[in-house]
């Protein structure tokens, strides 16, 4: 007789959740059920694909394969064969959760709020996507379709409304925390009632509130508008409260799931201060050092009367707008004024939309529809060029470079299906703040004007980091052990491992060392 219990797995994520502010809120019981967790459990970073491709990593999680396999990295990817900026489709870049294939294997699944996945599909179990998510790539929408009409009517619409890019005022933010507490109540109690309601052997949830959080959130926010001391308090503690909103979620899940669990708790990348400057900055960076240094004075920084009028229209307003258009809409308006109105004939090189690192894009003959760029010696030569002249920016004022490192994708990653998706040159930029430039100035190429001085263009005080971090507990982990050399890649393997199941063949990770349920 077989008296082995069944495995159960419940795994909670903590959307960039930053590991420092985590272990730093452990230690000095800030976060008590995280807390007892980590006494009783196992703790660890996890290396992450965010250091590049910061919007890859919930893909590389859920497939367990590298960006140079399943290709989806951001909401808005460049199609060559259009070329313009589109969302990710499973037709386009299939990418399909794990849980997914797992259940096929048995093992009863729910999943709720999973970000960055298409739609749900029919499975053994339950799924819920999109309800309370900071990232996704479709509406929200539920497996089976009739399950999301009870979650409106027992829970009503969520409190995480859509993201806006723009300097709020102190009372804006700190209704921004209230919301995304609010939003964190909400989905831990739906998550509660479908612990209850559903026969499961795998859960999982994401949270959307640390992401959302630690962009706008971030030391002190950035705003506009009168501060007073009563402002600078309450934001000085905004972040905290939402991970506090956080831990108290996992205390309730945690309950509500029961005894002889093993749980994970995790975050795929995390997040600290903002340091990019993909937005506005880098097109103009690069339109200089194609244009050549004798040419560069002379390169007029988006100059016609459109966007002339764009740039006098607050981006306040321009937000309050964008947030109120259909997804369809507001895509289809990022996508015209990024290269709507580039010359293809004359153009060598473009910006894809980005939000940490920069991501460049050579219009390849072959490769682009309207390609000009010749393989072999002149992609190699323009792609060491552009490198090489990007690294010339610094700050007006310091003289500190602005470009920590360029790299070619095709040197970062082995050969994938998906591989012709992403970017050709990643560019991380220095560690600094961007929030402190006045001015970028090129010897060569001369000096651009930081185009929001003492903030972000989109208002944004973080931004991401490149590790997560795993938090495991229940059956057989070690009380108080450490998880080392561990990549989100592991994560999914780890779970097939768990239930006694050989990973998928295509899947990168392997399964953890003494992570067993």
């Given at each position: 007789?077989?008296?082995?219990?069944?495995?159960?797995?419940?795994?909670?994520?903590?959307?960039?959740?930053?590991?420092?502010?985590?272990?730093?809120?452990?230690?000095?019981?800030?976060?008590?059920?995280l807390k007892r967790l980590r006494e009783r459990g196992a703790y660890g970073r996890l290396a992450s694909t965010a250091d590049w491709l910061a919007g890859s990593?919930?893909?590389?999680?859920?497939?367990?394969?590298?960006?140079?396999?399943?290709?989806?990295?951001?909401?808005?990817?460049?199609?060559?064969?259009?070329?313009?900026?589109?969302?990710?489709?499973?037709?386009?870049?299939?990418?399909?959760?794990?849980?997914?294939?797992?259940?096929?294997?048995?093992?009863?699944?729910?999943?709720?709020?999973?970000?960055?996945?298409?739609?749900?599909?029919?499975?053994?179990?339950?799924?819920?996507?999109?309800?309370?998510?900071?990232?996704?790539?479709?509406?929200?929408?539920?497996?089976?379709?009739?399950?999301?009409?009870?979650?409106?009517?027992?829970f009503g619409p969520p409190h995480l409304k859509k993201e806006g890019s723009s300097h709020r005022k102190p009372a804006a933010l700190l209704q921004l925390r209230?919301?995304?507490?609010?939003?964190?109540?909400?989905?831990?109690?739906?998550?509660?009632?479908?612990?209850?309601?559903?026969?499961?052997?795998?859960?999982?949830?994401?949270?959307?509130?640390?992401?959302?959080?630690?962009?706008?959130?971030?030391?002190?926010?950035?705003?506009?508008?009168?501060?007073?001391?009563?402002?600078q308090a309450s934001l000085a503690r905004a972040l905290r409260d939402v991970y506090v909103a956080c831990d108290t979620a996992v205390g309730r899940l945690v309950?509500?799931?029961?005894?002889?669990?093993?749980?994970?708790?995790?975050?795929?990348?995390?997040?600290?201060?903002?340091?990019?400057?993909?937005?506005?900055?880098?097109?103009?960076?690069?339109?200089?050092?194609?244009?050549?240094?004798?040419?560069?004075?002379?390169?007029?920084?988006?100059?016609?009367?459109?966007?002339?009028?764009?740039?006098?229209?607050?981006?306040?307003?321009?937000?309050?707008?964008?947030?109120?258009?259909?997804?369809?809409?507001?895509?289809?308006?990022?996508?015209?004024?990024?290269?709507?109105?580039?010359?293809?004939?004359?153009?060598?090189?473009?910006?894809?939309?980005?939000?940490?690192?920069?991501?460049?894009?050579?219009?390849?003959?072959?490769?682009?529809?309207?390609?000009?760029?010749?393989?072999?010696?002149?992609?190699?030569?323009?792609?060491?060029?552009?490198?090489?002249?990007?690294?010339?920016?610094?700050?007006?004022?310091?003289?500190?470079?602005?470009?920590?490192?360029?790299?070619?994708?095709?040197?970062?990653?082995?050969?994938?299906?998906?591989?012709?998706?992403?970017?050709?040159?990643?560019?991380?930029?220095?560690?600094?703040?961007?929030?402190?430039?006045?001015?970028?100035?090129?010897?060569?190429?001369?000096?651009?004007?930081?185009?929001?001085?003492?903030?972000?263009?989109?208002?944004?005080?973080?931004?991401?980091?490149?590790?997560?971090?795993?938090?495991?507990?229940?059956?057989?982990?070690?009380?108080?052990?450490?998880?080392?050399?561990?990549?989100?890649?592991?994560?999914?393997?780890?779970?097939?491992?768990?239930?006694?199941?050989?990973?998928?063949?295509?899947?990168?990770?392997?399964?953890?060392?003494?992570?067993?349920?």
């Amino acid at each position: 007789m077989n008296t082995q219990r069944p495995v159960r797995v419940l795994m909670i994520g903590l959307d960039a959740a930053e590991p420092s502010l985590i272990e730093q809120w452990i230690s000095d019981g800030t976060l008590p059920h995280l807390k007892r967790l980590r006494e009783r459990g196992a703790y660890g970073r996890l290396a992450s694909t965010a250091d590049w491709l910061a919007g890859s990593v919930w893909p590389t999680f859920y497939t367990g394969t590298w960006p140079a396999d399943h290709g989806v990295f951001h909401h808005l990817q460049w199609q060559a064969e259009r070329m313009v900026h589109v969302r990710p489709t499973a037709d386009w870049l299939p990418a399909r959760p794990f849980w997914r294939t797992l259940s096929e294997a048995d093992p009863r699944v729910v999943a709720i709020d999973m970000p960055m996945v298409y739609s749900p599909e029919p499975m053994h179990g339950v799924e819920i996507s999109g309800w309370a998510t900071h990232d996704r790539l479709v509406p929200p929408a539920s497996s089976p379709p009739e399950l999301m009409e009870w979650v409106q009517k027992e829970f009503g619409p969520p409190h995480l409304k859509k993201e806006g890019s723009s300097h709020r005022k102190p009372a804006a933010l700190l209704q921004l925390r209230d919301e995304l507490v609010r939003a964190t109540h909400d989905l831990t109690e739906l998550g509660v009632a479908l612990l209850h309601r559903e026969p499961w052997d795998l859960w999982l949830c994401g949270f959307g509130a640390p992401h959302r959080g630690g962009h706008m959130l971030w030391g002190l926010p950035e705003s506009h508008g009168e501060m007073t001391v009563r402002h600078q308090a309450s934001l000085a503690r905004a972040l905290r409260d939402v991970y506090v909103a956080c831990d108290t979620a996992v205390g309730r899940l945690v309950e509500a799931a029961g005894d002889h669990v093993t749980i994970l708790i995790f975050s795929l990348h995390g997040m600290g201060p903002n340091n990019s400057r993909a937005e506005l900055v880098l097109p103009k960076m690069l339109a200089r050092v194609l244009a050549g240094p004798l040419a560069s004075g002379r390169v007029k920084e988006q100059g016609s009367a459109l966007e002339g009028l764009r740039r006098r229209i607050p981006i306040e307003w321009r937000s309050s707008i964008r947030r109120r258009l259909p997804a369809s809409w507001q895509d289809r308006l990022t996508a015209f004024w990024r290269t709507g109105r580039i010359d293809w004939t004359v153009t060598k090189a473009l910006c894809q939309v980005a939000d940490a690192q920069g991501y460049l894009r050579i219009n390849l003959r072959g490769r682009e529809a309207a390609g000009i760029v010749q393989p072999g010696h002149e992609y190699e030569a323009l792609c060491a060029e552009l490198a090489e002249r990007l690294k010339t920016f610094a700050d007006g004022d310091t003289g500190e470079p602005v470009v920590r490192n360029v790299v070619r994708t095709d040197q970062l990653f082995q050969e994938g299906v998906g591989r012709d998706r992403l970017p050709d040159l990643l560019v991380q930029w220095s560690e600094t703040p961007a929030r402190h430039h006045r001015s970028i100035v090129s010897p060569q190429f001369g000096s651009i004007s930081w185009p929001t001085p003492g903030g972000t263009p989109d208002g944004r005080s973080g931004n991401h980091l490149r590790e997560g971090f795993l938090l495991a507990a229940g059956g057989r982990i070690g009380a108080g052990s450490t998880i080392e050399g561990a990549h989100i890649l592991d994560l999914a393997p780890t779970v097939y491992a768990m239930f006694g199941l050989p990973k998928p063949s295509e899947m990168r990770g392997k399964a953890l060392i003494g992570i067993q349920p």
